[in-house]
Structure formats: structure tokens, C-alpha cells
């Protein structure tokens, strides 16, 4: 699927990666510099905060989980993002723009 989607900035700077849909914290099959797609987070996830390149949510604002620890690790968060598990596949090459909240898809494996 190619294209351009929108949700809400919440931690600034681009980042380029393979997307890594989790689901369980405990199981996430993440490697580092991955880009990690999930629902949501609480403080259950932050161990994995250490090794990602960029968070997408499905859900949140500012305030939520993800995007505190995303500014707290420099790292660039899009949280809003309707349907993001649905949206993007493992492997796939995307953009986190966490400055405008844009995300590209750059290339799909």
C-alpha cells in the first residue's frame, strides 16, 4: 500500500525504518532501529523505547504513554494514526515525520 497518512505529532524529528507491528510487549520480535506500530502503550512497553527509530500509535495524545517516553528518548512519535496495524506491514520501509504528524510509505516489501 502506498501513500501518505496523517495523525498527530507528538515527538519531533524524521525517521526512515522497517516497520515492526507489536502487539505484546513481552513477545515483540523488535530489533533495533525499527519503526514500532501498535495500539497504544503503557509502562509495560518502555523497555522496548531503548531500541526503536520512530513510534506510530493507533491511539493518544500528548499525553499519553508513548509520546512521554518518545520525547523523553528523542525519538519521533505519530500517535492517532487510525488503523495504523491495518495500514502498515512488517518489513515495510515508512517515514515518521513527528514534527507534522506525516507518515510515508517509502517502500512495501
Known sequence: M??????????????EGKVRIVDDPMNSQLQPGEILVCTATDPAWTSLFPIVGALVL?????LQHGAIVSREYGL???????????????????????????????FDE
Not at 9 to 15: D, I, M
Not at 84 to 98: D, E, L, T, W, Y
Open 76 to 106: 519521533p512519535a505519530v500517535v492517532g494514526v487510525a488503523n495504523a496495524k491495518q495500514i502498515f506491514h512488517n518489513g515495510q520501509r515508512i517515514q515518521v515525520n513527528g514534527s507534522t504528524g506525516r507518515i510515508k510509505v517509502l
Open 58 to 62: 493507533e491511539m493518544g495524545g500528548m
Open 2 to 15: 502506498e501513500g501518505e497518512y496523517l495523525g498527530s505529532p507528538v515527538s519531533p524529528g524524521v525517521y
